[in-house]
């Protein structure tokens, strides 16, 4: 409940991640915080859902094969991570983007730098690193 009396709007959340104990964590995480949240395994998913649905934010989980020297298959790359926030971005300018990935995967902060993604999170995180980040972005 807000200061006024009133009960502030979930904000609709798009997760995007491939790894399914990641997603459920996530989901979880955002439904504590009583946030309406969707989650999809693949950037497929995750375009049909775009131009189907309204989302205030998005959040894009991306692998880098800097991490261990190779890459699952089913994981999102940082390529296909970028290509989906940019096609978001383009369709919905209200969208608020955070990718999710390692510190060292630059192309993040370059996006960010020129207004592509709203934030960056590397993990581990917790709980209350996601409610900063709502609070930054919507003021909650």
Sequence with gaps: MKSDGTTAVPIRILIVESDRPSRESLTELFRTLRQEVTAVTNSVAALILLE????DLMLVSCSSTALDGFR???LLTEAQGLALVQF???SDSKLKIILIGAAEQEDFNTARG????DRVMTRPFTILDLEKELAALFGR
Excluded: L, M, P, T
């Design 114 to 117: 020129k207004g592509v993604i």
């Design 72 to 74: 699952n298959a089913n």
């Design 88 to 90: 978001a971005r383009a």
């Design 52 to 55: 189907a649905d309204r989302f």
